[in-house]
C-alpha cells in the first residue's frame, strides 16, 4: 500500500496532469444500454489550458467529471483516464479519495449551488484542505491567502459571511479560490463562467488564467463557446455526440477549421472581433451518441455529407493543423 | 429584517391562542338546551346547587361578560375547581403533570432516533432497503397506538411478564420503567410519519449540487451526510420536533388510558366521561398551547440554522 503510494507520485512528477484514453462509457437506462462516450482521447500537460468544446449533450460533462471518477450510475467504463500518473478507471474508493484531496478538483457552472447555503464561507473554502487532515488554523491561513489572490476584500471577514450575501461572479471567485486551495495538478473547469454575465465573464475568465499560469496547473475547460476557448486556452478539443471530431491548437482550430462541425460552431458564435456579423447556426438540433446514426454523427446536419459518410465512423486523422475525424476535411467551400 | 419576524410569529402566536380559547370557551356554551342539565346529567341536584353551579359557569352572563371573565382568571392562570374532585383544576394537573411531561419526552426521544435514522438509512441505501422502509414506516403510520398499546400489553405484560401492565411507578427510574412500553406504544405509531418527511428531505439534500462538489472533493462520506445532508436538513427536524410533541401530547390520551398510567391524558379522558368542564378547558387549553409554543420556538430557531431567513426575515 505505501511502496505504490510512493511509486505514484514519483511517477507523477513526470506525468501529464490528464492523459484519458479510448475512454467508452456506456450506461443502463431502464434495462436498455445507451453509449454516452465513444473512445475519447484527450490530454492536459502541465500549464496547459485545453479546451473541451461542443453543444449540450456532446459529453463534455461525462468526460470531465471522469476524471475525478465520477461516473454515471450502472455505468461501463473501458479505456482509460490517467490523472497525474494515477489510473481513475477500476481506482479503489480510497484512491479515489486521495485524487480529488490532493491532485485534481472541479469548478461547477453555478457558484450558487455549488456552496452549502446555510453555511460558512470559511467552512467552503477549507472543506478540501480538512479532508486531507489539515489542522484548521493552516487550513484557514491558506484560504485566506486565496480570497485575496481571487480579489476578494477583506477576505478574514468574508471567511465568516454567508453565501447570499455575494454576488454570483464573486462567488465563482470563492468557488475557484476553493479549487485551488489543495494546490491540484489538474483543474477542470465545466461551464465555470456560462452562469455569469458578460462583464463579470471576462473578468473570471482573465482571473482564472492568471492563476493558473501563477501556479502552473493544467486546465481542462469545458464551454459550448468555441470563441471563449480559443481566446483562453492553448489546445481545443471539439466532441459532438460523444466522440472527439477535431482537435488542435487553438489558433489552427480558429483560423482553419477542418471539420464541418467545427465550422459551424464558429458560424453559430455572434462574432465580436470579426467584420462579418453574419449568424450561420447549424441546422438541425445536436444528438447524443445514443441516437446518433451509422457512419458519422454529424452528416444528417453536415453541408457537405456525401453518401460514404454512412459507412463507418471516421477516424482522428492529420488535416493541415489539426487532426480531424471528417472524409472530406476543410471541404465545406468546395461543396 | 429579524424582528419582523418575530414580531409576526409572536402575533400570529397570540392570534391562535386566542381563537382557541373562544372556541374551548364556546364548546361549553353549544351545548343545545341548558349545559348544566347535560353537564349533570343523572346526577340528582336541587334547585340551588343548579343556580350556584350556573353561577359559577358564568352561565347568567352574557357569552362575552362570561369569556372575558373566564379569560380574566385563565390569564392569571386559574383554571377554577374540578366539579368531580373538588380541588382546584392547578393541583390535579400539577399532581399529574411530571408523570406525561416524562412520557412525552421519552416517546419523542424514541420517535426522533428511530425516525430519523431510518430516514438516513433509507436515503441513503435505495433499493430493496429502501423499500423495506417504506412498508415499515407505512405500517407505523396506519397503526393506532392502541392497537400497539393492546398488542405491547399483551406480550410484553402479560406473556413475558418484562414490564409491568399498569401504574406509573414510584420515584423517578421506576416511572420510566412504567413508562417504557407507553412511550414504546406512542414511538410506534409516530416514527413512521418522522421518516417519511426526513426521507424525502434528505434526499433532496443528498442530491443537491453542493454534496456533489463536496464528493468531487473527496469529502468523506459520513463528513458528507453529517456536514451537508444533516446540517442542511436541521430546519424541518425542528418543525417536525414541534409537531411531534404536541401530537404526543395529544397521544397520551389514549395511551396512558390503555396502561393505566395516571397523567394528564387519563386525566382527560375522564374529564370528559365525567363532563368535568374546567378540567376538559384546562386541558385543551394547555394542549393548544403546547402545539403554539414548540412550532413558535422551531420558527423563531430557524434564523439561527439557516442564515438566509436571517436576511430576508421571512421563510423561504
Ligand atoms: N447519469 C447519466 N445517465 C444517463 N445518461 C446520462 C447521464 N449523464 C449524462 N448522460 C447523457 O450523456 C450525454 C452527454 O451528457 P453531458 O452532460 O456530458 O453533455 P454536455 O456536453 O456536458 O452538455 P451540456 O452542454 O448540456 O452540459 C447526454 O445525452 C446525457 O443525457
Ligand atoms: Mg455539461
Redesign the interface.
Given at each position: 500500500m505505501m511502496s505504490t503510494a510512493t511509486n505514484s507520485s514519483a511517477a507523477a512528477a513526470a506525468a501529464a496532469p490528464l492523459e484519458i484514453s479510448g475512454l467508452s462509457i456506456t450506461v443502463q437506462v431502464d434495462g436498455e444500454s445507451r453509449p454516452l462516450l465513444d473512445k475519447v482521447s484527450l490530454s492536459v500537460a502541465k500549464g496547459e489550458i485545453v479546451g473541451l468544446v461542443g453543444e449540450s449533450g456532446s459529453g463534455k460533462s461525462v468526460t470531465s467529471r471522469s476524471a475525478l471518477g465520477l461516473f454515471p450510475g450502472h455505468a461501463i467504463t473501458t479505456g482509460s483516464v490517467v490523472v497525474d500518473g494515477v489510473e481513475v478507471i477500476g481506482a479503489s474508493a480510497a484512491q479515489l479519495l486521495e485524487l480529488r484531496r490532493t491532485r485534481a478538483s472541479m469548478i461547477f457552472q453555478d457558484p450558487r449551488s455549488s456552496v452549502n447555503p446555510v453555511r460558512r464561507l470559511g467552512d467552503f473554502l477549507t472543506e478540501g484542505l480538512r479532508a486531507r487532515g489539515v489542522g484548521r488554523a493552516e487550513a484557514n491561513r491558506t484560504a485566506i491567502g486565496l480570497l485575496e489572490e481571487v480579489g476578494i476584500r477583506d477576505p478574514a471577514r468574508a471567511m465568516r459571511r454567508f453565501p447570499h450575501e455575494f454576488s454570483g461572479g464573486m462567488l465563482q471567485r470563492i468557488v475557484i479560490a476553493g479549487a485551488l486551495s489543495i494546490g491540484p495538478r489538474l483543474v477542470l473547469a465545466d461551464e465555470a463562467t456560462t452562469a455569469l454575465d458578460v462583464t463579470t465573464q471576462a473578468e473570471v475568465v482573465a482571473l482564472l488564467k492568471r492563476l493558473q499560469a501563477e501556479s502552473g496547473t493544467g486546465m481542462l475547460f469545458v464551454t459550448h463557446d468555441l470563441e471563449l476557448a480559443a481566446a483562453l486556452c492553448d489546445r481545443i478539443v471539439v466532441m459532438y455526440a460523444g466522440r472527439v471530431v477535431e482537435t488542435g491548437a487553438a489558433s489552427a482550430i480558429f483560423a482553419e477549421p477542418q471539420h464541418p462541425y467545427t465550422v459551424g460552431l464558429l458560424g453559430s458564435n455572434p462574432r465580436l472581433t470579426g467584420e462579418r456579423a453574419t449568424l450561420t447556426p447549424i441546422v438541425g438540433r445536436p444528438l447524443a451518441l445514443a441516437e446518433a446514426p451509422a457512419g458519422c454523427a454529424f452528416r444528417d446536419r453536415c453541408p457537405i455529407a456525401v453518401p460514404a459518410c454512412a459507412t463507418e465512423v471516421p477516424a482522428l486523422r492529420p488535416s493541415r493543423a489539426t487532426e480531424v475525424a471528417c472524409i472530406m476535411p476543410g471541404d465545406e467551400k468546395a461543396a | 429584517m429579524i424582528f419582523r419576524l418575530i414580531g409576526s410569529r409572536l402575533l400570529a402566536a397570540i392570534v391562535t391562542m386566542g381563537v382557541a380559547a373562544v372556541v374551548i370557551y364556546g364548546s361549553l356554551r353549544l351545548i343545545p338546551g341548558d349545559p348544566v342539565s347535560a353537564i349533570t346529567a343523572g346526577t340528582r341536584l336541587t334547585s340551588e346547587q343548579r343556580a350556584a353551579l350556573r353561577e359559577k359557569l358564568g352561565l347568567n352572563q352574557g357569552f362575552v361578560s362570561g369569556f372575558t371573565h373566564w379569560l380574566g382568571s385563565v390569564l392569571q392562570l386559574d383554571f377554577g375547581q374540578s366539579m368531580v374532585y373538588g380541588s382546584s383544576v392547578n393541583d390535579l394537573l400539577a399532581a399529574r403533570m411530571p408523570t406525561t411531561v416524562t412520557l412525552v419526552l421519552y416517546a419523542a426521544a424514541l420517535s426522533l432516533v428511530l425516525g430519523l435514522g431510518m430516514a438516513l438509512v433509507s436515503a441513503t441505501r435505495p433499493g430493496i432497503i429502501d423499500r423495506i422502509g417504506l412498508v415499515v414506516t407505512s405500517l407505523s403510520i396506519a397503526t393506532p397506538s392502541f392497537v400497539v398499546a393492546l398488542v405491547l400489553l399483551g406480550v410484553f405484560a402479560v406473556q413475558l411478564r418484562m414490564f409491568p401492565a399498569t401504574g406509573s411507578g414510584d420515584g423517578f427510574g421506576d416511572m420510566v420503567y412504567h413508562l417504557t412500553l407507553p412511550a414504546i406504544a406512542l414511538m410506534v405509531a409516530t416514527f413512521g410519519l418522522v421518516a417519511r418527511i426526513m426521507r424525502a428531505t434528505f434526499r433532496e439534500e443528498l442530491v443537491?449540487?453542493?454534496v456533489?462538489?463536496?464528493?468531487?472533493?473527496?469529502?468523506?462520506r459520513m463528513?458528507i451526510l453529517r456536514?451537508?445532508v444533516v446540517?442542511?436538513s436541521v430546519g424541518p427536524m425542528m418543525t417536525i420536533t414541534a409537531l411531534l410533541l404536541a401530537a404526543l401530547f395529544i397521544g397520551t390520551a389514549i395511551v396512558e388510558t390503555a396502561f393505566g398510567v395516571d397523567g394528564i391524558g387519563q386525566l382527560l379522558v375522564v374529564s370528559i366521561a365525567r363532563r368535568d368542564f374546567p378540567v376538559v378547558q384546562a386541558i385543551s387549553l394547555l394542549s393548544v398551547g403546547l402545539f403554539v409554543v414548540t412550532s413558535t420556538i422551531a420558527d423563531l430557531a430557524l434564523p439561527f440554522?439557516?442564515?438566509?431567513v436571517r436576511?430576508v426575515g421571512g421563510l423561504r
Open positions: - | 443537491s449540487e453542493h456533489e462538489v463536496a464528493r468531487s472533493r473527496g469529502v468523506a463528513d456536514r451537508h446540517r442542511n440554522v439557516d442564515a438566509r436576511a
